[in-house]
């Protein structure tokens, strides 16, 4: 089994092999091809406290290989195919969906052709088409979720416009989402982003993320550092506000999707009247000096409001959001989070850098039981690179809970103490052919 699927990324292989050096009448269809290849095997255990599932080992690899090359001889026009595989080979495999009864890591078996697209660059303007891992900003609201072992991709046609100076332009609509559990989610979805950078201390973004059927994400967001005598302050400020969804279809299956899981009805009647109603901002700053880093932040995620569920970005890489032990990856409960940061890091130069994050979680309103505490967690993470091409993580996750009279809707607690720990080496591998 493992041979059959990894024929994909070994086809991708020999082709990039096959397109250097005496590649003969190739020569002529791809030139100046570019290869990338990585492997990241990664051990992971996870304890997500809930006592109908036991503890989790995974021992995962990522191996993925990538080839962008021109095409046909004209400028500007290039081509992009990159594979990815997932596998555990059966070592250790303890884990939910490999196995039932086990808690879930995220990373199931799988090959996809992560990347294949076709690019066209001239005078400023960038024109896409097909297959492509697509990160905006700080990835709250459109992400890749580099994290797992199989990232998210998008399958879009976009524009990009950088021909003035300090400015740059995207347009993109998304046909599919490719889900890192290898799930995919058919959309009609607009992408749209600009962002000017005003000063050296000043660049603002604005956008609007119009996901079919659930919601219109509109925000400004303000980012820049600032160099003063003894540290440079590094800072972000944000507001988002979601409104009912400009792109609707009522074909769409994950209606019937959400209706069978026992979401609201608005979530699954008549798009045109799905309703979101719902705000988010943020604040943040990092002062660094001498190699380290101290960082406070504020991040609120709106209660639900008049519409339908409360802030939540579907597409975000949400494991570097709220905590890496990622308790609310689910969705923001419907009372809000409210998750207040404080963060201390130190980078030792050859000897690594070591973060140290601390979470206190709460709700944007009380519950019904007038309670808000929605727990707290820390998280650590030290980085070494071991070479020029190969670097080590060690990275933890220890989540406590708070108020057990937030339920689920078997009125069992909805969050529980949880544990999560990774070793992982990642190597990576460029040349041009």
């Not at 019904?368 to 070479?387: C, F, H, P, R």
């Amino acid at each position: 089994m493992n041979k059959i699927k990894m024929s994909l990324v070994a086809a991708l292989a020999a082709a990039a092999a096959t397109t250097g050096a005496n590649a003969g009448p190739l020569d002529t269809i791809l030139s100046n091809p570019k290869l990338d290849v990585e492997l990241r095997p990664r051990y992971e255990a996870v304890d997500d406290g809930n006592p109908a599932t036991k503890d989790a080992s995974a021992l995962t690899v990522r191996t993925t290989i990538g080839v962008q090359a021109g095409l046909l001889g004209v400028d500007g026009l290039n081509a992009q195919l990159e594979a990815t595989s997932v596998d555990n080979f059966g070592l250790v495999a303890d884990y939910a969906p490999e196995r039932s009864g086990y808690a879930k890591v995220a990373d199931p078996t799988q090959t996809r052709m992560n990347q294949a697209n076709i690019s066209y660059s001239a005078n400023g303007f960038v024109g896409i088409l097909g297959r492509k891992m697509v990160t905006l900003d700080n990835h709250r609201f459109i992400g890749n979720v580099g994290w797992r072992q199989m990232p998210q991709t998008y399958d879009l046609a976009a524009a990009i416009y950088n021909g003035v100076e300090n400015l740059s332009l995207l347009g993109a609509y998304v046909t599919r989402v490719n889900q890192v559990t290898g799930s995919v989610v058919d959309t009609g979805t607009v992408l749209l982003h600009a962002s000017y950078k005003v000063m050296p201390e000043l660049t603002l973004t604005a956008y609007d993320y119009m996901v079919q059927n659930f919601a219109d994400h509109i925000g400004i967001r303000a980012t820049g550092k600032v160099k003063l005598d003894a540290a440079t302050l590094k800072y972000e400020a944000e507001y988002a506000m979601q409104n009912d969804p400009t792109m609707d279809d009522s074909n769409d299956p994950n209606l019937a999707m959400l209706k069978a899981i026992g979401a609201p009805a608005a979530t699954y009647n008549d798009p045109a009247n799905i309703k979101q109603d719902a705000n988010y901002y943020k604040i943040a700053v990092d002062a660094m000096a001498s190699g380290f880093t101290v960082g406070v932040g504020y991040e609120v995620l709106s209660e639900r409001g008049s519409g339908a569920n409360a802030f939540y970005t579907p597409l975000a890489t949400l494991h570097a959001m709220n905590g890496w032990a990622d308790v609310f990856l689910g969705g923001t409960p419907d009372e809000g989070l409210v998750d207040m940061t404080l963060k201390l890091g130190y980078n030792a130069g050859e000897f690594g850098k070591i973060v140290g994050i601390y979470h206190n979680f709460s709700s944007d309103v009380d519950n019904a039981n007038g309670d808000n505490d929605l727990g707290s967690e820390i998280d650590v993470a030290y980085k070494y690179k071991i070479n020029k091409g190969l670097g080590l993580l060690l990275k933890g996750a220890w989540y406590t809970a708070g108020d057990a009279s937030f339920k689920d809707q078997n009125g069992n607690p909805k969050y529980n103490d949880t544990t999560k720990y990774w070793v992982q080496l990642d190597y990576k591998f460029h040349a041009e052919l």
